[in-house]
């Protein structure tokens, strides 16, 4: 079965700092780009970093400074997001994502392997 498992989120207060991890099963990773998603309560789903194919990174204006992502150096399946200091607006569901045109915004989410999704809240 092709899937993405993540691991990771919780409660952070605002200021700190949190690393989700996402692991691949039935297919390796690093032939892919990768993607971080995250959906705010009634809100919609919005890509926030992206590595494409290029190696290039893409980084939404509103993470720029905070947010990373990065392959794992030691495991051709996993990726990690690296937050840190996190605000309240912060607050969401994080995915993890990876297909070939996952850093495309006109390709339909369908057409990505996607994790299950993990709770993030910033909170004091």
């Known amino acids: 079965q092709l899937q993405l498992v993540q691991s990771g989120g919780g409660l952070v207060q605002p200021g700190g700092s949190l690393t989700l991890s996402c692991v691949s099963s039935g297919f390796t990773l690093t032939n892919y780009p990768i993607a971080w998603f995250r959906q705010a309560p009634g809100k919609e789903r919005e890509g926030i970093l992206c590595i494409d194919s290029d190696r290039s990174t893409i980084t939404v204006p509103s993470v720029k400074g905070r947010f990373t992502m990065s392959r794992a150096n030691d495991d051709n399946n996993r990726m990690f997001l690296h937050m840190n200091s996190l605000k309240p607006e912060d607050t969401a569901v994080y995915y993890c994502?990876?297909?070939?045109?996952?850093?495309?915004?006109?390709?339909?989410?369908?057409?990505?392997?996607w994790g299950q999704g993990t709770q993030v809240t910033v909170s004091s």
């Open positions: 994502a990876a297909g070939p045109k996952v850093c495309d915004s006109s390709v339909a989410p369908s057409s990505h392997y």
